[in-house]
């Protein structure tokens, strides 16, 4: 099991906007092979930041699976025009 | 329920040592008055580069009740001298 993590900053005011597409978004993850689960989180400091975890079987189906496939093009025009700057992805593995 | 984020980067061939102290440390928070739950997440994409996630019943919890705590005193010694350089500790509210 894998964790894909971002932190996504989004533009100016648009905040509202992007939380509606990704209740769409979070549809299509949450279908994909290898899909775990995921969480979309609020940064309370910082205006228009949060941060996307996404638990995979392996990186593969994130990687290989997810970012190949047709679903993914659905995913990128819901969201990533709200980012700015475009996030970097990272993956994790659980220590403890 | 909040989310304490930071993302550690460890001292050039620490990260073994930080693993093992980390292994202490954790029940320091885990006794904390308002704690729920943790993860330590290891980054596969980057050497020496950890994502620490900590939940919190308020953000309180963590500011106050566990960073002005004899038993943070604690936690620092065993950790804060692998991190280079000091992480930025943020508070996140999940929305999904």
Not at 28 to 37: H, T
Not at 66 to 94: A, G
């Amino acid at each position: 099991m894998i964790t894909e993590i971002a932190l996504l900053k989004i533009r100016d005011q648009q905040s509202e906007a992007f939380e509606t597409a990704f209740s769409e978004a979070q549809k299509i993850i949450a279908n994909m092979k290898g899909y775990k689960y995921h969480e979309l989180q609020k940064c309370i400091e910082e205006e228009d930041k949060y941060l996307l975890l996404v638990q995979w079987q392996t990186l593969e189906h994130h990687t290989e699976g997810f970012r190949k496939s047709n679903e993914y093009q659905e995913w990128k025009k819901l969201l990533h025009h709200f980012y700015d700057p475009f996030p970097t992805v990272e993956h994790y593995k659980k220590v403890f």
